[in-house]
Nanobody, 123 residues
Framework: QVQLVESGGGLVQPGGSLRLSCAAS????????IGWFRQAPGKEREGVSC????????YYADSVKGRFTISRDNAKNTVYLQMNSLKPEDTAVYYC????????????????WGQGTQVTVSS
């Protein structure tokens, strides 16, 4: 069955960097779009980034453009989110998501979600 597992979260100082991983099992992710989302306490979930498989297009929320980079490693069946110049407002639980059958990025709902990984940006 399809599973997604996020990792790489932790505590980092403002201006620091962190790389999140989304490891897939039960499917080959190079044929699926993978989206990254985050949710801070008391706030709604928001989209952060997405990479499609139909044409390889990458998308970023305005709040993270120029700071975050999404990438694929097909050999490892993993998608990464490199986060640089982190700010306190980036603090949230980060989730990755995909569909059973779909190659395009889109708004939720998605069929499958990981358990999330906590990112805390604080001095």
């Amino acid at each position: 069955q399809v599973q997604l597992v996020e990792s790489g979260g932790g505590l980092v100082q403002p201006g620091g960097s962190l790389r999140l991983s989304c490891a897939a099992s039960g499917f080959t992710l190079d044929s699926h779009a993978i989206g990254w989302f985050r949710q801070a306490p008391g706030k709604e979930r928001e989209g952060v980034s997405c990479v499609s498989s139909s044409d390889g297009s990458k998308y970023y929320a305005d709040s993270v453009k120029g700071r975050f980079t999404i990438s694929r490693d097909n050999a490892k069946n993993t998608v990464y989110l490199q986060m640089n110049s982190l700010k306190p407002e980036d603090t949230a639980v980060y989730y990755c998501a995909t569909d059973w059958n779909g190659s395009r990025c889109h708004r939720p709902p998605y069929d499958y979600w990981g358990q999330g990984t906590q990112v805390t940006v604080s001095s």
